[in-house]
T-cell receptor, first 113, second 115 residues
Framework: GNSVTQMEGPVTLSEEAFLTINCTYT??????LFWYVQYPGEGLQLLLK?????DKGSNKGFEATYRKETTSFHLEKGSVQVSDSAVYFC????????????FGKGTKLSVKP | DTEVTQTPKHLVMGMTNKKSLKCEQH?????MYWYKQKAKKPPELMFV???????INESVPSRFSPECPNSSLLNLHLHALQPEDSALYLC??????????????FGDGTRLSIL
């Protein structure tokens, strides 16, 4: 089946710290991978995506690389800001999911000044 | 600003009321989705419309009734809801349901409270 596992939160960091949120997946075929971010009181925003092995998605200082050999798509940022405080969801689509998004449970990030 | 617009942003209703949630997109997307999100959980898929036809109903109770009047609009009609239906309801759209590399774009949601 298709599933996404991401590290449990909450994650609390100081401003300018390095961020890693781990995400691994199980999927049939060749999935497309996404990171979505949800700020308090808002909907989900696409943060970045990667559609084939070794692709690197990047946006707003965040990066994630599609690693087929380890079935991973870890989210990283070199220096977090207070404004990055949000919930981050790793997700995939695949033929096995009928094109539907399969989400991880989400990781809440809190950044302290 | 989100490209998927949902109204209203907040809705409080009694268990006997009838109300509707609305969703609009003008990106030319042909797939539209309704999700339910409870606190501290990921969104759960409810319905999928593809080219204005209902293609997926994830065993949602009949008190939720979706409608897609045209390719830009998606409604969710609510009737006789239960307190456990209180949640954030999210609408999303994508270019095509089977274009796996195309992301879904979400609205900001309607926060629904059932009294």
């Amino acid at each position: 089946g298709n599933s996404v596992t991401q590290m449990e939160g909450p994650v609390t960091l100081s401003e300018e710290a390095f961020l890693t949120i781990n995400c691994t997946y199980t999927a049939t075929g060749y999935p497309s991978l996404f990171w979505y971010v949800q700020y308090p009181g808002e909907g989900l925003q696409l943060l970045l995506k990667a559609t084939k092995a070794d692709d690197k998605g990047s946006n707003k200082g965040f990066e994630a690389t599609y690693r087929k050999e380890t079935t991973s798509f870890h989210l990283e940022k070199g220096s977090v800001q207070v404004s990055d405080s949000a919930v981050y969801f790793c997700a995939l689509t695949s033929f096995g999911s009928q094109g539907n998004l399969i989400f991880g449970k989400g990781t809440k990030l809190s950044v302290k000044p | 600003d989100t490209e998927v617009t949902q109204t209203p942003k907040h809705l409080v209703m009694g268990m006997t009321n009838k109300k509707s949630l609305k969703c609009e997109q003008h990106m030319g997307h042909r797939a539209m989705y309704w999700y339910k999100q409870k606190a501290k959980k990921p969104p759960e898929l409810m319905f999928v419309y593809s080219y204005e036809k209902l293609s997926i109903n994830e065993s949602v109770p009949s008190r939720f009734s979706p409608e897609c009047p045209n390719s830009s609009l998606l409604n969710l009609h609510l009737h006789a809801l239960q307190p456990e239906d209180s949640a954030l309801y999210l609408c999303a759209s994508s270019k095509d349901r089977v274009a796996l590399h195309q992301p879904q774009h979400f609205g900001d949601g309607t926060r629904l409270s059932i009294l």
